[in-house]
């Protein structure tokens, strides 16, 4: 059993600790900064695991296909040349609920740069998708995974097959350059992902 003295000294660390944490979530610096600074794997308070892979360590490009809400099929070869956000989400799902403002919000500010946002719907039919999609005003296609789920097959070992939500920014030859797992309560996290990815060479 510790005694009073190693309890209180204990107490000391934990407020200390918690004083630095503290201190370097509300420092002047951004969250994107933050991101910048790192050593490409972190956690920023508030949103979720971020992932930022080297050019020279990405795996092979990911190959995938699926029918989007109006019953067309798109696939990867679709948008290959190009840099793609794909985001995994359910209707239901609160915290997807709340970031899709903002992921519409970068969809429309990357657009002119030629940044594709496609959705990976895992549990929902069309008429659900579409609903969601007036709700909140996006305007990026999903496709449906509920039926297959082989585009969750096709991420494998990129995102856990349940995992949502999680968006993944994906370079022009289709290999997976960055994650974050969880929410994007904090956009300029995923803005800087997307930005770096366009700053490669083609």
Known sequence: MPSLHGTRRM?????????VAV???TASDSLADQYRSGTGQGYISGDGAYTVIAEADRGEPIEFSGVI???DTVSSDDYRGEVLVV????????PCRLEAPDLEALA?????DGVTFLGVNIYDQAPTAVSFAKEFGVTYQSILDVNSGSVRL???GEVAPNAVPNTL????QGRVAARISGLISE???LRSMISDALAEAP
């Open 108 to 112: 429309q500010q990357f657009e002119p």
């Open 69 to 71: 809400e109006n019953g």
């Open 23 to 25: 201190s370097g979530c």
């Open 169 to 172: 920014v994906l370079d022009r």
């Open 187 to 189: 956009p300029s996290v």
């Open 11 to 19: 107490a000391v660390a934990v407020t200390v600790a918690t004083a």
């Open 154 to 156: 096709a991420f494998a």
């Open 87 to 94: 985001n995994f989400w359910y209707a239901a799902c609160p």
